[in-house]
């Protein structure tokens, strides 16, 4: 499962997959990132995807309200701020407040 191929606003890239690989005729999951962070191999792709999703929280310096709610429609990496989730909720907000008016 690759998240996302894009160049990022770190010092460093994360573009992060889960691979599956076979050691001594078991298969097993882990996560392989250009960071050269190491992870533990895990028996379930699930397993691995959770690997995945704490790496990105980990070297995600964006605030949560400007992540991207849906990376796949607007091609934004998960360790990168999105241009049209990010000022979306502040939009909403005021736009109850003129309907409340």
Not at 66 to 82: A, I, K
Request: hydrophobic residues 30%; glycine residues 2%.
């Amino acid at each position: 499962m690759v998240i996302g191929r894009h160049e990022t606003t770190l010092s460093r890239r994360h573009l992060a997959e889960v691979v599956r690989r076979s050691r001594q005729g078991i298969r097993e999951y882990a996560v392989d990132c250009t960071c050269g962070a190491e992870f533990e191999p895990h028996p379930s792709r699930r397993m691995a995807d959770l690997d995945l999703r704490e790496h990105y929280v980990q070297v995600t310096d964006v605030p949560a309200a400007e992540l991207c709610r849906r990376p796949r429609e607007h091609r934004t990496p998960p360790t990168e701020r999105c241009p049209l989730c990010a000022d979306q909720l502040d939009l909403l907000d005021d736009i109850q407040e003129e309907i409340v008016r």
